[in-house]
T-cell receptor, first 111, second 113 residues
């Protein structure tokens, strides 16, 4: 798995966009970038993933730099319910269900 | 469509005992992975089963074992429990586990006294 680096914590005002960065400078060509989040005492929840192109779904947008060494998860209008730990993961191909979770970013959305 | 179901939700055991945790994956999913989460070590991969065979294994002692049944349901067993085994044990499923999103259950909170 490519090593990922994330800031340990971030704050965001409710209703504003939350931009969560992730560095994955050692990522290889066939490794996707996945984002999960974990709300306290629950199992992690898949958010989004991408390879090269920017991706968007109903939960978030994922911006991957052209050199693929970093990415940003964007929650366009953060709510209090988005308070969680966000994990950026770049699993090696063919690792099956094995994901290496780092410490993630603890996002606090404040009113 | 029902999500990943883990039972029991909470469990209290004493040192030296053994415990079995159960996981029912989403219908149609053949890959089941197990994770341990503690405040100090975070989320750590235990093992993965696919079509009743262990496909990947993390760095845990042999006291931690698992199996998968023909209906894809999975169990994990911890023998000779230690205080340090107190953790949230999470199960995740996916269709075949390769570059796919994982769906996690709510976990089993195990306390070893």
């Amino acid at each position: 798995d490519a090593k990922t680096t994330q800031p340990p914590s971030m704050d965001c005002a409710e209703g504003r966009a939350a931009n969560l960065p992730c560095n994955h400078s050692t990522i290889s060509g066939n490794e996707y970038v996945y984002w999960y989040r974990q709300i306290h005492s629950q199992g992690p929840q898949y958010i989004i993933h991408g390879l090269k192109n920017n991706e968007t779904n109903e939960m978030a947008s994922l911006i991957i730099t052209e050199d693929r060494k970093s990415s940003t998860l964007i929650l366009p209008h953060a709510t209090l319910r988005d308070t969680a730990v966000y994990y950026c993961i770049a699993p090696s191909y063919n690792q099956g269900g094995k994901l290496i979770f780092g410490q993630g970013t603890e996002l606090s959305v404040k009113p | 469509k029902a999500g990943v179901t883990q039972t029991p939700r909470y469990l209290i055991k004493t040192r030296g005992q053994q415990v079995t945790l159960s996981c029912s994956p989403i219908s149609g999913h053949r890959s089941v992975s197990w994770y341990q989460q503690t405040p100090g070590q975070g989320l750590q991969f235990l093992f993965e089963y696919f079509s009743e065979t262990q496909r990947n294994k993390g760095n845990f002692p042999g006291r931690f074992s698992g199996r998968q049944f023909s209906n894809s349901r999975s169990e994990m067993n911890v023998s000779t429990l230690e205080l340090g085994d107190s953790a949230l044990y999470l199960c995740a499923s996916s269709r075949d586990g390769n570059n796919e999103k994982l769906f996690f259950g709510s976990g089993t909170q195990l306390s070893v006294l």
